[in-house]
């Protein structure tokens, strides 16, 4: 007796995003499946999930030691820090330009435009440039970043529904791609999209980040509104089709679990391995639930990601 | 899966003879699919009508119990393909693997470390549910003695691994009663498996590596032996072919009500994995996508907590955050002079805080506020958890009358609310606390004086 195995017919798709390809930036592109996340026995999926490494224009404070291990000097560099991420197999930068935070630096334009032209000229990967967070100085720093990568289809962050007009047109007069954030809400990132499109953006110049809930903190709701996001572009809803981003390793490597050297319960076991264990596990999470650029900071992370994103695509 | 009226009433005799006391046998139908009257009220149901309706009425994913009462593990019985359309009830089983041929103590050691682990996450204590003992030897008696050895260690259910008729026979003596799962029946066994399945009242696992057609057809056997309690593995092992097939079969069983395929299904992360890690991201993908039992080839804390605490969330109702009674919580021992701290009902904030306090070693009064269990800045922003809110808690659960001081943190996430609370609480000078819980301890030393 065999056995029909069943397959959804699917009417839509997500869109197909690309970053850099210009300027003398490599290619990358992302989305363009007409399934869900890597069945491929029911439609296609021309690209896979992109592993970006996160990158942060002044030493990180604070950071787990684990980190602060695996990367060493480069953390006092963003430019080398770039270079070794590329090594370590980062398919894009994602650069944080957390020093223009009022109380962190509250560096200005010009500072940004040093830092991405340094970045972009150590590394021939696709940038994701982020602001630092707070809305007035992510628009001052953003713009800045965006003349300076003209051309080269930058992704430009956080776009959220307070700046959106600001980075929506700047992504649309430099050629850029808008991270377009809401708070884990399906309404909230179509919405979003509507107004970007409504302003003239197009719908494959998005990549939606849905914010990212890390194990244990919010997966489990982040987990299903993608889900659901995901479910709603195939039946073809093109407002909720654009790529999905998710910044597993600035969520996990937050929580007391990654940080925590001492006066934890022994039930949670040694820290280096637990702390980056939770951070492939959040991400081999959100991977399942429709990821399609996955950002990471722990170079075995990225490793043991990369690996299991091509045996999910092979 | 529970019938409407118009399918039960297919299986009636359509007499509308009124010896059920209703007017007709579609009336009978939809108070049985009701449930307020039995279906064996009609008394010319034939014999096959019932079977059949029976069957029809089964879940589409059957429930399949290891263990003994005390200790038991049920899986299956799923009901959605997404948890958002419902929410999944039986969250998979973590067992791990011990092999019979390993020196005695260092089993006995390996057991007890997983059998003895539990780690508490807001409020519950998560654990293993069991071992998977594997016939290595391939020796009867071996194979024997290692389950009687885990036996004395561990009360857990048990998965019994081994390809050999009579030494599985030989473990079943040591394992039963205790309704230990039996790995498996394959296509040359399947017969003195599903008998030694049948004698032991036992579940039984059926294993092919073929394709679902193979698993089908030798699920189909051991099914007209009188099995019901059955667990498939369908052979797929690595991060690919575990993802497509698990999701093919639960399709199946949902979607097609394909009853040969409508069963939990077992995986072993660790034989696709090249090292710890990878296993526990492949066992993380099956609690998500589709297994029913994960048979871990690893123990250790830093391996299984990440995976606990990926099925606790994967498990979550996700129409219901886990939370916990607003009222007002003694953190230790307080006295009158004790600080006076607010919080919201979601538990992961509530457990974050209450463990802070514990553990910097303050006795402190709790106010946990209605916020219908969400966490400090989502119910912020949900407007859950504002000064007139917060200032009805701290009146309503009176706690004024535990305390000389009249002074109350507030978490640092809504530092903004401290001009309201002002207003709300005349009698009260607003503390605001650090952003994160962690820093409470240290936060209370420098600006509480007792
Ligand atoms: C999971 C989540 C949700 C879940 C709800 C989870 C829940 N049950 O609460 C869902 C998806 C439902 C949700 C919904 C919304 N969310 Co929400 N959500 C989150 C997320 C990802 C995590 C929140 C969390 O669980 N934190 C963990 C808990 C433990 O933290 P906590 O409660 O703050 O507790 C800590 C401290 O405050 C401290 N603490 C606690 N008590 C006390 C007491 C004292 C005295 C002290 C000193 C310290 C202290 O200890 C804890 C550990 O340090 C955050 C973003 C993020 N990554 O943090 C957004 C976030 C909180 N959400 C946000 C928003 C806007 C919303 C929505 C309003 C969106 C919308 N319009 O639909 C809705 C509102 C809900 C509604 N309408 O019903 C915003 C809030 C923005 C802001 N700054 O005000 C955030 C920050 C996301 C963002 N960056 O925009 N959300
Ligand atoms: S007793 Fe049975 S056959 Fe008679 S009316 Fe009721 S349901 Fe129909």
Redesign the pocket.
């Known amino acids: 007796m065999p056995v029909e195995i069943p397959v959804e017919k699917w009417n839509g798709q997500v869109h197909q995003v690309k970053l850099g390809g210009a300027g003398g930036r490599k290619e990358l592109v992302v989305g363009g499946e007409n399934t869900l996340p890597f069945l491929k026995f029911e439609g296609n999926i021309p690209h896979r999930p992109a592993v970006a490494i996160e990158v942060v224009d002044q030493p990180p404070q604070g950071w787990a030691e684990p980190l602060v291990k695996a990367w060493g000097n480069v953390l006092q560099d963003p430019a080398a820090w770039a270079k070794k991420a590329a090594e370590y197999g980062a398919d894009l930068i994602s650069l944080r330009l957390r020093s223009a935070h009022p109380e962190e630096g509250n560096t200005g334009a010009d500072h940004a435009r040093k830092v991405v032209a340094a970045v972009l000229a150590a590394v021939d990967l696709p940038v994701i440039v982020l602001g630092p967070e707070v809305a007035q100085k992510d628009n001052e720093v953003l713009v800045a970043a965006s003349e300076v990568g003209r051309g080269q289809r930058l992704g430009l962050g956080d776009c959220l529904d307070k700046n959106y007009r600001t980075i929506g047109a700047t992504c649309l007069a430099d050629g850029h791609v808008a991270i377009a954030k809401t708070?884990?809400?399906m309404?909230?990132a179509k919405q979003l999209n509507i107004l970007l499109s409504d302003l003239g953006l197009p719908l494959d110049a998005i990549l939606m980040d849905p914010?990212?809930?890390?194990l244990g903190?919010?997966l489990e709701?982040?987990y299903s509104?993608m889900e659901r996001l995901r479910i709603t572009a195939l039946m073809g809803d093109k407002m909720t089709s654009p790529p999905m981003i998710c910044t597993a390793g600035e969520?996990s490597w937050r929580q007391k679990e990654s940080k925590a050297t001492a006066g934890v319960p022994q039930s949670w076991g040694e820290q280096e391995q637990r702390a980056i264990l939770w951070e492939k596990i959040t991400a081999i999470g959100l991977l399942n639930a429709g990821a399609n650029v996955i950002v990471l900071r722990h170079p075995r992370t990225v490793e043991d990601v990369k690996a299991a994103i091509n045996k999910l695509s092979a | 899966m529970a019938l409407t009226g118009i399918e039960i009433y297919k299986f009636l005799p359509k007499t509308n003879c009124k010896k059920c006391g209703f007017p007709t046998c579609l009336a009978f139908a939809m108070k049985v699919a009701q449930k307020t009257v039995n279906i064996t009220t009609c008394p010319d149901l034939s014999a096959e009508s019932r079977a059949a309706l029976e069957a029809a009425g089964r879940p589409p994913i059957q429930l399949v119990t290891l263990g003994s009462d005390s200790k038991k593990l049920e899986v299956g019985n799923e009901t959605v393909m997404f948890r958002h359309e419902k929410t999944f009830f039986h969250p998979p089983g973590l067992v791990l693997r011990v092999k019979d041929n390993a020196p005695a103590d260092s089993l006995q050691q390996q057991v007890q470390a997983a059998a003895e682990y539990k780690v508490e996450r807001v409020g519950r204590f998560l654990t293993m549910d069991g071992f998977a003992v594997e016939n290595t030897s391939k020796d009867a008696a071996t194979f024997a003695k290692a389950v009687e050895a885990v036996k004395s260690k561990s009360d857990l259910p048990l998965v019994l691994i081994s390809q050999d008729p009579a030494a599985m026979e030989a473990a079943l003596a040591k394992a039963t009663p205790g309704r230990p799962l039996i790995y498996a029946a394959n296509k040359d066994n399947w017969e003195k498996m599903a008998d030694l399945a049948v004698k032991n009242k036992c579940p039984l696992a059926v294993s092919s590596n073929g394709a679902l057609d193979d698993l089908t057809a030798l699920v189909d056997q051991v099914s007209k032996k009188g099995i019901e309690e059955i667990v498939l593995d369908p052979g797929a092992r690595d991060f690919g072919p575990s993802l497509s097939t698990l999701t093919q079969i639960r399709r199946l069983a949902l979607k097609k009500n394909f009853r040969p395929l409508g069963y939990p299904v077992i995986t072993f992360p660790g034989e696709a994995a090249a090292s710890l890690d990878t296993e526990a991201m492949l066992a993380a993908q099956q609690v998500a996508k589709y297994a029913g039992i994960i048979v871990l080839d690893h123990f250790s804390p830093a391996l299984v907590y990440p995976l606990l605490t990926m099925r606790l969330n994967i498990y979550t109702d996700p129409q219901k955050?886990i939370q916990v009674t607003p009222q007002i919580v003694q953190i230790g021992t307080p006295k009158a002079t004790s600080p006076v701290?607010?919080?919201?009902n979601?538990s992961?904030?509530?457990f974050?805080?209450a463990g802070?306090l514990e553990a910097a070693g303050w006795a402190a009064w709790l106010v946990v506020c209605d916020t219908e269990?969400?966490?400090?800045?989502?119910?912020?922003?949900?407007g859950?958890f504002d000064a007139e809110k917060i200032a009805k808690s701290v009146k309503n659960f009176k706690i004024a009358d535990n305390v000389s001081h009249r002074n109350v943190?507030?978490?640092?996430?809504v530092a903004v609310l401290r001009g309201e609370l002002e207003e709300e609480l005349p009698d009260w000078k607003i503390l605001v606390?650090?952003?994160?819980?962690?820093?409470?301890g240290g936060?209370l030393k420098q600006n509480w004086k007792n």
């Open positions: 708070p884990i809400d309404n909230l914010t990212t809930g890390a903190y919010g709701y982040t509104v969520e | 955050p701290c607010i919080t919201t979601f992961l904030t509530y974050a805080i802070e269990g969400l966490s400090v800045l989502t119910a912020w922003a949900a859950k943190v507030i978490p640092g996430h606390g650090p952003r994160e819980a962690v820093d409470v936060f």
